[in-house]
């Protein structure tokens, strides 16, 4: 499949840029598709003469913005974890060069005989960016943020995707279901915030392990929320015990590091199960928008995982009870004019 002109142009654009910058010496012929995400950005990899590998972004104006990358690589990168390193940047046109952190995923080399090790790593590193967090570096993620979130729901997923329109009695089920979701995010401690901490996002390397990206949209922000993103992937699932015992492990470590988690455990899983809820709910409808609106199908198929995380989570709950009454109203309605979930 060709690439559209304006992407073609891009990559034309990219080319001739990457031997200007000096940074390193590059091979621009060999520059070749790594990796691309759920937005405009595009990955690529090219070769050094020095015999190592780099990545140039393209982050193309307006849709995309490279400053809130580089900001975040700065931030993070000075906490000690691993995140590329920016070799080059062209701000106005939207080229980064990036050190090449890998092509091994998480979620290519989880296995049950490997996820143990690859997790705690990962909460590992997540406990010391949280620890080093302060106010006013990154955005709030405040409420209009969570709402607006919550709302890719009913806009996306039960509006395009399942074509139904909510009555205004589910309409205020669901609404008492968020207002009680952003209550209990709302008052969680608050820490930097990766927004997209999972497999996908998370590099296996030999040393500083797991390399961290797409962290561009980082915030300030409930404590549990990265945790989610590890523990309740969209993309691989664990069974329950795994997940607490996890979930545990993480709580015992940043306690130890001194970050302000809720001293009862059985609370700490609750806010937990709570954050999750707020995300599934999100996922639910940005998987769905980006089928309907983007064309990209790939994640229609992620689509069950995440109603499965949203039950459980609003089944184990009274104040969440609602929510349940709703999906399965919308399933009834659904089947019988072939709507799957």
Same mark, same amino acid.
């Given at each position: 499949m060709s690439l559209?002109?304006?992407? !073609? #142009?891009?990559?034309?654009?990219?080319?001739?840029?990457?031997p200007a910058t000096g940074a390193v010496q590059l091979l621009p012929d060999t520059i070749r598709p790594a990796s691309s &995400? +759920? #937005?405009f950005r595009r990955y690529f990899r090219v070769d050094g003469t020095d015999g190592n590998t780099y990545i140039a972004m393209d982050a193309p104006p307006p849709q995309e913005d *490279?400053?809130?990358?580089?900001?975040? +690589?700065e931030v993070f990168g000075?906490?000690?974890? #691993?995140?590329p390193k920016i070799l080059a940047? &062209?701000?106005?046109r939207g080229f980064l060069l990036l050190? !090449?952190?890998g092509n091994t995923t998480y979620l290519h080399e989880l296995s049950p005989d490997t996820a143990h090790k690859l997790y705690l790593d990962a909460i590992d590193a997540l406990v010391l960016f949280q620890a080093q967090s302060k106010p006013g570096v990154f955005p709030e993620y405040d409420r209009a943020l969570l709402h607006r979130e919550?709302? =890719?729901?009913? !806009?996306?997923? *039960?509006?395009?995707? =399942?074509? +139904?329109? =909510?009555?205004?009695?589910q309409t205020g089920l669901m609404n008492k279901v968020f207002e009680?979701?952003? +209550?209990?995010? =709302?008052?969680?401690?608050? *820490?930097?915030?990766?927004? !997209?901490?999972?497999s996908r996002n998370l590099m296996v390397l030999g040393q500083g392990n797991p390399g961290i990206l797409d962290f561009q949209d980082a915030v300030y922000g409930p404590i549990t929320y990265d945790l989610v993103s590890l523990l309740r992937d969209a993309y691989i699932q664990w069974d329950e015990e795994m997940v607490l015992d996890w979930t545990i492990r993480y709580w015992e470590r940043a306690r130890r590091a001194g970050l302000p988690v809720n001293p009862d455990v059985d609370k700490f899983y609750q806010d937990f199960e709570f954050m999750g809820l707020q995300r599934h709910l999100k996922v639910l409808g940005i998987f769905a928008r980006l089928y309907h609106r983007d064309g990209k199908d790939g994640y229609l198929k992620d689509l069950p995982l995440v109603m499965e995380y949203t039950r459980k989570a609003a089944g184990r709950y009274t104040a969440l009870a609602p929510l349940i009454v709703l999906l399965d109203e919308l399933e009834a309605k659904g089947s019988s004019v072939g709507f799957t979930f």
């Amino acid at each position: 499949m060709s690439l559209p002109a304006a992407a !073609d #142009s891009r990559l034309t654009q990219l080319k001739e840029w990457l031997p200007a910058t000096g940074a390193v010496q590059l091979l621009p012929d060999t520059i070749r598709p790594a990796s691309s &995400d +759920a #937005s405009f950005r595009r990955y690529f990899r090219v070769d050094g003469t020095d015999g190592n590998t780099y990545i140039a972004m393209d982050a193309p104006p307006p849709q995309e913005d *490279v400053r809130p990358f580089i900001h975040v +690589a700065e931030v993070f990168g000075a906490t000690g974890v #691993s995140v590329p390193k920016i070799l080059a940047q &062209d701000v106005e046109r939207g080229f980064l060069l990036l050190s !090449d952190l890998g092509n091994t995923t998480y979620l290519h080399e989880l296995s049950p005989d490997t996820a143990h090790k690859l997790y705690l790593d990962a909460i590992d590193a997540l406990v010391l960016f949280q620890a080093q967090s302060k106010p006013g570096v990154f955005p709030e993620y405040d409420r209009a943020l969570l709402h607006r979130e919550l709302m =890719l729901f009913p !806009d996306w997923y *039960v509006g395009k995707h =399942l074509g +139904a329109t =909510l009555t205004e009695k589910q309409t205020g089920l669901m609404n008492k279901v968020f207002e009680v979701l952003l +209550a209990n995010n =709302l008052a969680q401690p608050q *820490v930097y915030v990766h927004r !997209d901490y999972h497999s996908r996002n998370l590099m296996v390397l030999g040393q500083g392990n797991p390399g961290i990206l797409d962290f561009q949209d980082a915030v300030y922000g409930p404590i549990t929320y990265d945790l989610v993103s590890l523990l309740r992937d969209a993309y691989i699932q664990w069974d329950e015990e795994m997940v607490l015992d996890w979930t545990i492990r993480y709580w015992e470590r940043a306690r130890r590091a001194g970050l302000p988690v809720n001293p009862d455990v059985d609370k700490f899983y609750q806010d937990f199960e709570f954050m999750g809820l707020q995300r599934h709910l999100k996922v639910l409808g940005i998987f769905a928008r980006l089928y309907h609106r983007d064309g990209k199908d790939g994640y229609l198929k992620d689509l069950p995982l995440v109603m499965e995380y949203t039950r459980k989570a609003a089944g184990r709950y009274t104040a969440l009870a609602p929510l349940i009454v709703l999906l399965d109203e919308l399933e009834a309605k659904g089947s019988s004019v072939g709507f799957t979930f």
